[in-house]
């Protein structure tokens, strides 16, 4: 079976099993499509790229947020990637155990209250050799779609987004 016919055979199932229930199907059938392809993404990425560099997407995606925007705080770090505090602070400590990141004390007297994490020279030249690899597989993955149809997913997906904040 293909994995058109297998998605479509699922979301049946699903509509079968919740039909007579007070639901917006269209709204299932966005969401769920779009956390599966979310899902799909993330494990690709995963296993095709960031593995040979020793990187889980969350450990990738906090290196990428700090290198675009420079010395975060932790709680900046965990709201630009929607996850909790205590989740980034995991993450941090694993790449700076790798000497990929480090923690500088902003506060007065070292207070550990005003803590920044910044990029080692490591860790740049980590993220600059590995984001080309992983943007080429972003395209892989919507490549699918044609220019048009990508830019109008983009738009449609940031609308989401807007819409929620």
């Given at each position: ?5 297998s998605?479509?055979?699922?979301e049946?199932?699903?509509?079968e099993?919740?039909?007579?229930l007070?639901?917006?199907a ?6 769920s499509?779009?956390w ?5 993404f993330?494990n690709?990425?995963e ?15 906090t ?25 980034i602070?995991?993450?941090?400590n ?5 000497g ?23 860790g740049?030249?980590?993220i ?6 992983f943007?080429?597989g ?6 699918g779609l044609?220019?048009?149809?990508a830019?109008?997913?983009a738009?449609?997906l940031?609308k989401?987004?807007l819409?929620?904040?």
């Amino acid at each position: 079976m293909r994995v058109s016919e297998s998605l479509i055979n699922e979301e049946h199932d699903i509509m079968e099993r919740v039909s007579g229930l007070p639901i917006d199907a269209l709204a299932l059938a966005v969401m769920s499509n779009l956390w599966r392809a979310s899902q799909a993404f993330r494990n690709e990425m995963e296993q095709q790229i960031l593995r040979d560099y020793n990187l889980t997407f969350s450990s990738f995606s906090t290196l990428f947020i700090v290198w675009i925007w420079g010395p975060l705080g932790m709680s900046a770090i965990a709201e630009s990637q929607s996850v909790a505090r205590s989740t980034i602070s995991s993450t941090v400590n694993g790449l700076e155990k790798k000497g990929w990141v480090n923690r500088v004390h902003m506060g007065k007297d070292g207070d550990g209250r005003s803590v920044k994490v910044e990029l080692t020279a490591d860790g740049r030249a980590l993220i600059e050799e590995v984001f080309p690899k992983f943007n080429a597989g972003e395209k892989s993955f919507v490549d699918g779609l044609s220019k048009d149809e990508a830019e109008t997913l983009a738009f449609l997906l940031r609308k989401l987004l807007l819409h929620k904040k």
